[in-house]
T-cell receptor, first 113, second 115 residues
């Protein structure tokens, strides 16, 4: 079945540092890939998505590129801020009639001033 | 901006009791979902619902669980006889369409504690 493997946290960075959170997946067919973010005390919010190979999703300075050859969708940001502190979830949604999102375990990011 | 809302935000119940978790999806959305996250574990899919019937469910979603859209706005998850292992954060989500590229919008969650 579908699965997502995500870099285990927690990750602690200083403000303005470069961020990478690794995500790899296993899926049949051509899944869509998502990054969700969960700020403290809130629900899951879509951060970005990519629906086909070589697509790049971007939002709020975050980027991720759908790499079919390496089955990866790594999240990057060039310069993190304290306000980026949150839990980040990589997820996929398979093609066909499969409605569900399959999530990774989540990575807690803490950015210190 | 429209959002998914969930009530209550927290619920404490005794083992064996029935609980109903409520969700109000985004108003023009047609597909509805429930997920749960046991503390420290992955967010897991429970069920999807479209056109007044279940379209997909996971092996977690056994006979103890049921979903309903009792009116034009609410979407509920009922757990008939709660177990200790049902303690988790339950998220409702909705989407406007069912395709694989469609974004699912999540509510803030209901934290359920079974004692």
């Amino acid at each position: 079945g579908d699965s997502v493997t995500q870099m285990e946290g927690p990750v602690t960075l200083s403000e303005e540092a470069f961020l990478t959170i690794n995500c790899t997946y296993t899926a049949t067919g051509y899944p869509s890939l998502f990054w969700y973010v969960q700020y403290p005390g809130e629900g899951l919010q879509l951060l970005l998505k990519a629906t086909k190979a070589d697509d790049k999703g971007s939002n709020k300075g975050f980027e991720a590129t759908y790499r079919k050859e390496t089955t990866s969708f790594h999240l990057e940001k060039g310069s993190v801020q304290v306000s980026d502190s949150a839990v980040y979830f990589c997820a996929l949604r398979g093609g066909g009639s499969n409605y569900k999102l399959t999530f990774g375990k989540g990575t807690l990011l803490t950015v210190n001033p | 901006e429209p959002e998914v809302t969930q009530t209550p935000s927290h619920q404490v119940t005794q083992m064996g009791q029935e609980v109903i978790l409520r969700c109000v999806p985004i108003s023009n959305h047609l597909y509805f979902y429930w997920y749960r996250q046991i503390l420290g574990q992955k967010v897991e899919f429970l069920v999807s619902f479209y056109n007044n019937e279940i379209s997909e469910k996971s092996e977690i979603f056994d006979d103890q669980f049921s979903v309903e859209r009792p009116d034009g706005s609410n979407f509920t998850l009922k757990i008939r006889s709660t177990k200790l292992e049902d303690s988790a954060m339950y998220f409702c989500a909705s989407s406007s369409a069912g395709g694989p590229s469609e974004t699912q919008y999540f509510g803030p969650g209901t934290r359920l504690l079974v004692l």
